[in-house]
């Protein structure tokens, strides 16, 4: 009886203390939910009346805003790409073929990338991308997000790939099918989870991301959004608050569906393990 | 003589290229490179520009003068700095919040579970630009709903982001990470058989009793991990930067935007690769700890 | 249809010798079992066959060709998986349909084949199922399909039958007999399960430690093991073994232990070759040759009643002797056998295999070496 009262309490008790740290990670986000919709909203948090899309039109009236989400879009799509085809083949035949030392050179790649960060790399990134007269281009974004995120999306898939019996591209073969096809037919497809889980970690990364395009792109018309988004103040640096606020939303809203989209396809935990 | 494998050697080697070719350029030689730089006087405009001069150690020399070692705004401040932020935001912030959380996660309510859950995690995720920005509106003096709320509960108003600049990267670091420790020693807790806190439970148990003796002990080897990899984001993250920009008065100037100033508005490449090496070398130290804690793992240590 | 040869092979993984000189012909047409216990390399010695794995020295022959180094896409096999290896991105049709889709056959005319290869092994109405949403059975019978889809000049098996239960492993055993016999398909049939090998076998190589020890028909291989290993091996129970000692006097053969007693047996050659006149053998006597002994029985072996065992149509007497060894007797009765704490078993002394000190067995005089 004391120890069912005991669990009783200590249930409300955890209650009330996970509502508390609830609350303290809800508080900076409610205003979020409000401001872009309130066409007078300001810094403090008040309920629009009436709820309203006027903050929408304007965003999407301002060329220089679209321009942003596009650029976003281009560079996170073309680095995605190179990481996911990239981090494709390259897994699969750490896994696969017989090259020595396999195991060390995926180490060895994983302990550069963790090193070898943004902030502490910003300045030879930059003389590199310099170097070969690729400043201020966006392909300068998606090769440099690229490189950086190739090692861990190797490592990640090299242990997906690994945990595929290799009787599937055996039986193929044995039925007729070369190392090409076997590939392409067979163990494409089977790695595709694994491929989807690694794209969508990639393009999340590079979507959110601030420092590499700040540093590397100096015209506005090729800034992403997480940089374009520095527009919306006015001379003085104070924000024009409506138009930041429903350009939030805009510009997070792809990360909320793939959020979405990979715990509805992977349950919840899955994206615990890989954003870095 | 050739033997029967599912991708021959040539067609691995070619399948490796693209990927070795994107990391050795954008990875590796950046890796190399700052360490040369950082011997180097080089700039981005002049003449040291295009035709640095050698420089021996005089840029580490810089770094470590004992003089203005511990000036605010000089390498040792930002570095103590540093420290001082990832422990408190990291170590002691996100690591022990998110453990805090994924324990009482385990017994609350199921709504009550996923509302906690989602809203944590949506400041894992969203872009951090948008949450420096609702963290400036949250903290503003005139209108921030944090002013708001203290208003209400008959505190005074403080000006956050003047007053307690260091405070509120360290509360806003904390906030942003916790969800990834969370979720971790959520699955490590999960991974735990049931029976164990079903038996504790028969016997009397109180919920402190199970954290110490069975569920701590056991996810250890994930405590370990976590530890390192947060201290390793923190100790390297760049998002302050859009919050405070360093300031006021370099109060908030942890060493990655140190780096930035130094190379990127003084335009003193050489010091700020200096800089950049220091902080390579520290990662280094965490990211060997970690590889070495992996592998032990790894091979049925018990961690 | 082809025969394959096996011409001094061994396969070693770095150090490790997992399969070691094998010469070994099966014939166009048989069904070959390796049977062995976990590890002894018959996994290994089938993936030579199919190429997955190359030899380390040796020569490899299918029909006549020299399939050595040769890719497995071009040796004309067909390969059934322990694991099935169901492609699970793709339904039964496509599954089953894989093989001829790598000849280039068009889509139609392979679906057309899949479901008529599917029809007699009951799965055709399966066909848009994924392969997670059929039994074990069923997945077992589609990569059995998928085996059978094309033209092959030999069949592989790698224990397909492992992963079902009891009553179906029966069941497709029965079939994998009947489509042996209707196809005539030179087969390599890999397990470990010796009462699969003697049921679907023309031919069983028994193997251990990468070596064959005895390769010849099941009926052989029951009624004279090469080996104490192979009669350990094969039947179930496997046969009862006891060390004597062995004296040759007066032109017979005298058997010796604590509480058994065999009567005088004439001198084999064999027995001659490696007694001279007195030393250790090996006695053996299978489980289903013994009965418990009522008096007069030529040959008996006493011991304490160990267990009883009731399963039915038979049962299993076990008597554990003072050296801790025992012995089990498969007697066929519907009765219930009562039994004393002490019990006597008694066998003919036809029925009696000898082995020498290494194992080897002594052959009769007159049996097929
Ligand atoms: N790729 C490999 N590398 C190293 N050793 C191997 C490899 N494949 C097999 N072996 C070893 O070779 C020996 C024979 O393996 P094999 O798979 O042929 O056994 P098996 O008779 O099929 O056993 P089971 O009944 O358990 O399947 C085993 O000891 C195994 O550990
Ligand atoms: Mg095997």
């Known amino acids: 009886m004391r120890s069912y009262l005991g669990l009783y309490f200590t249930r409300i008790g955890f209650s009330v203390a996970t509502a508390l740290i609830g609350v303290f990670f809800a508080l900076p986000l409610v205003w979020f939910i409000f401001a872009p919709f309130n066409p007078r909203a300001e810094l403090g948090l008040s309920i629009p009346e009436p709820f309203s899309l006027a903050n929408f039109e304007a965003v999407f009236q301002n060329g220089f805003a679209m321009r942003g989400l596009w650029n976003s879009l281009v560079q996170s799509v073309g680095g995605v790409i190179l990481v996911g085809a990239g981090a494709t083949l390259a897994s699969y035949a750490l896994s696969r073929s017989p090259i020595p030392g396999k195991s060390v050179i995926t180490y060895i790649l994983l302990l550069f990338s963790s090193v070898v960060s943004g902030s502490a790399a910003m300045v030879p990134i930059f003389l590199i991308i310099n170097g070969i007269g690729l400043i201020d281009t966006q392909i300068a974004v998606i090769l440099v997000f690229a490189g950086g995120l190739l090692p861990t999306a190797m490592f990640i898939l090299r242990d997906f ?6 009787s599937y591209e055996e039986s193929a073969m044995v039925a007729g099918a070369s190392p090409v096809q076997a590939f392409f037919d067979v163990a494409l497809p089977v790695i595709r989870p694994g491929i989807v889980v690694v794209v969508v970690w990639a393009f999340v990364s590079i979507w959110g991301s601030f420092l590499i395009p700040f540093i590397l792109l100096r015209s506005s018309e090729k800034m992403p959004a997480s940089v374009a988004i520095y527009s919306f103040y006015s001379e003085a640096g104070t924000p024009i608050v409506t138009l930041l606020a429903a350009y939030s939303l805009l510009y997070s809203l792809p990360v909320v569906i793939l959020y979405l989209f990979v715990s509805w396809k992977f349950g919840f935990r899955f994206f615990g393990g890989i954003k870095a | ?26 990875v590796i030689a950046p890796f190399f490179w700052v360490i040369f730089v950082s011997f180097t006087n080089r700039s981005l405009l002049g003449r040291t520009a295009v035709d640095p001069d050698f420089v021996g150690l005089a840029n580490y020399f810089s770094l470590f003068d004992a003089a203005t070692f511990f000036t605010r705004g000089e390498f040792g401040s930002s570095l103590i700095l540093t420290i001082q932020f990832v422990l408190l935001s990291a170590v002691v912030g996100q690591a022990a919040l998110g453990m805090l959380l994924a324990w009482m996660l385990r017994s609350v309510p199921r709504s009550l579970k996923h509302l906690t859950e989602t809203v944590a995690i949506g400041a ?51 906030w942003r990470g916790t969800a990834f420790s969370m979720m971790l020693f959520n699955s490590a807790f999960s991974s735990i058989p ?84 220091v902080v390579m070398l520290i990662n280094l130290i965490f990211a060997l700890f970690y590889l070495w804690v992996m592998r032990r793992r790894a091979k049925g240590v018990a961690a | 249809m082809a025969s394959i040869r096996f011409k001094g092979i061994t396969k070693k993984f770095g150090e490790f010798v997992a399969v070691s000189d094998l010469d070994l012909e099966m014939n166009d047409g048989e069904f070959v ?14 993936r030579m066959i199919a190429g997955l794995e190359t030899p380390t020295s040796g020569q490899l022959l299918i029909g006549d060709r020299d399939v050595t180094f040769l890719h497995p896409k071009d040796r004309k096999i067909s390969m059934v998986f322990q694991d099935y290896a169901l492609y699970p991105h793709m339904n039964l049709a496509d599954n089953i349909a894989y093989p001829l889709k790598v000849r280039g056959e068009a889509e139609a005319k392979r679906h057309a084949r899949a479901r008529e290869v599917a029809d007699v092994l009951k799965i055709g109405h399966l066909m848009e199922r994924m392969p997670s949403q059929i039994s074990g059975g069923q997945q077992q019978r589609t990569s059995l399909a998928r085996a059978l889809v094309y033209p092959s000049e030999v069949y592989l098996f790698d224990e397909p039958l492992s992963n079902l239960d009891a009553k179906l492993r029966l069941e497709a055993r029965g079939f994998l007999n009947h489509l042996q016999r209707d196809m005539g398909m030179t087969a390599v049939y890999v397990t470990h399960d010796q009462a699969e090998a003697m049921a679907l076998a023309t031919r069983v190589a028994v193997m251990d430690a990468g070596k064959v020890v005895q390769y010849a028909p099941p009926m052989e291989v029951y009624r004279r093991p090469a080996t104490t290993f192979v009669a350990n091996f094969v039947g179930s129970p496997p046969m009862n073994l006891l060390p004597v000692e062995a004296t040759i006097a007066d032109g017979a053969l005298q058997l010796k232990a604590d509480r058994v007693s065999v009567a005088p047996l004439p001198v084999s050659r064999s027995a001659a070759a490696a007694l001279k006149n007195n030393g250790k053998l090996t006695l053996g006597v299978r489980p289903e040759h013994l009965s418990i002994a009522r008096g007069g029985e030529a040959n008996t072996v006493s011991g304490q009643l160990f267990a009883n065992e009731n399963m039915g149509p038979e049962k299993l007497v076990t008597l554990e002797r003072d050296d801790a060894a025992r012995f089990t007797a498969r007697i066929f009765t519907d009765d219930v056998i009562a039994l004393d704490a002490t019990v006597t078993l008694g066998f003919s002394s036809e029925h009696i295999h000898l082995f020498d ?12 070496v």
């Open chain 1, 161 to 166: 790939i690994d945990s595929i019996p290799k």
């Open chain 2, 1 to 26: 003589m050739k033997s029967f494998s599912l991708l021959s050697r040539g067609t691995g080697a070619a399948f490796l290229a693209p990927a070795g070719l994107l990391i050795g350029a954008f």
């Open chain 2, 124 to 174: 894992w995720i969203l872009p951090e630009v948008v949450i420096a920005f609702a963290w400036f509106a949250f903290l503003d003096y005139e209108n921030g709903t944090l002013n708001m709320i203290m208003e209400a509960l008959r505190f005074p108003r403080g000006d956050w982001l003047l007053s307690f600049p260091f405070w509120a990267i360290v509360v806003f670091n904390t």
């Open chain 2, 194 to 277: 049931p029976s164990y806190f079903q038996a504790a439970d028969v016997a009397g148990a109180s919920s402190w009793q199970k954290f110490r003796d069975i569920g701590f002990p056991l996810i250890r080897g994930h405590v370990v991990t976590d530890l390192i990899l947060i201290t390793m984001w923190s100790f390297n993250v760049f998002t302050p930067f859009l919050l405070t920009s360093g300031g006021p008065s370099y109060r908030t100037e942890i060493l990655p935007i140190y780096t930035y100033r130094i190379a990127f508005r003084d335009f003193d490449f050489g010091k700020g690769a200096a800089v950049g090496v």
């Open chain 3, 33 to 46: 079992c390796l049977l062995g216990p976990s590890g002894c390399g018959k996994t290994t010695t089938l």
């Open chain 3, 357 to 368: 000190p290494a194992g080897a067995r002594l052959p009769m005089d007159g049996e097929p």
